[in-house]
T-cell receptor, first 113, second 114 residues
Framework: AQSVTQPDIHITVSEGASLELRCNYS??????LFWYVQSPGQGLQLLLK??????LVQGIKGFEAEFKRSQSSFNLRKPSVHWSDAAEYFC???????????FGAGTRLFVKA | EPEVTQTPSHQVTQMGQEVILRCVPI?????FYWYRQILGQKVEFLVS????????KSEIFDDQFSVERPDGSNFTLKIRSTKLEDSAMYFC????????????FGNGTRLTVT
């Protein structure tokens, strides 16, 4: 069965520092991969997605993610974090041809001044 | 940019009562979803709906739950007899045609069962 693991429940980084949020998935083939961000009291906003081709994908707000098939990972990165990036980040996976998108447990990002 | 809208933003109900959560998906989208997020927990898939029928549902989506697209624009989730453990944030999402189209989420309805 599909699964998504985000090993870090929460991460604290200093403003201006780099960020990497980890995501591992379990699926037989190459699934569709997504990162979403959720600010308090809000819905989930798509940051970026990967389907095929270039394994480094660019998203909104300066985020990028790299698909590594050998590690079954799709880690989210940002070179310089801003205080407004404090939020909950969810990695998600959908199998090709499927209806259901499954979410990881989320990583809460705290940004300190 | 078109949005998914959900009403109400907050619903309080007593245990055993029926509730209907409403969603207006993006107009040209064809796939519709409900997800649930219990406070502090993960976003859980409930059900997907396509071509006027349920395409997939989770174990959470038991006989107490139903979905409907009554008029071609609204997409509703009904809980027949609410339980305390149904208290959660319920998110509606829609998706365009195309296998690689992402989900677009509404801002959610917070359901509190007392």
């Amino acid at each position: 069965a599909q699964s998504v693991t985000q090993p870090d429940i929460h991460i604290t980084v200093s403003e201006g520092a780099s960020l990497e949020l980890r995501c591992n998935y379990s699926y037989g083939a190459t699934p569709y991969l997504f990162w979403y961000v959720q600010s308090p009291g809000q819905g989930l906003q798509l940051l970026l997605k990967y389907f095929s081709g270039d394994t480094l994908v660019q998203g909104i707000k300066g985020f990028e993610a790299e698909f590594k098939r050998s590690q079954s990972s799709f880690n989210l990165r940002k070179p310089s974090v801003h205080w407004s990036d404090a939020a909950e980040y969810f990695c998600a996976v959908r199998n090709t041809g499927g209806f259901k998108t499954i979410f990881g447990a989320g990583t809460r990002l705290f940004v300190k001044a | 940019e078109p949005e998914v809208t959900q009403t109400p933003s907050h619903q309080v109900t007593q245990m055993g009562q029926e509730v209907i959560l409403r969603c207006v998906p993006i107009s040209n989208h064809l796939y519709f979803y409900w997800y649930r997020q219990i406070l502090g927990q993960k976003v859980e898939f409930l059900v997907s709906f396509y071509n006027n029928e349920i395409s997939e549902k989770s174990e959470i989506f038991d006989d107490q739950f139903s979905v409907e697209r009554p008029d071609g624009s609204n997409f509703t989730l009904k809980i027949r007899s609410t339980k305390l453990e149904d208290s959660a944030m319920y998110f509606c999402a829609s998706k365009a045609q195309g296998e690689n189209s992402p989900l677009h989420f509404g801002n959610g309805t917070r359901l509190t069962v007392t």
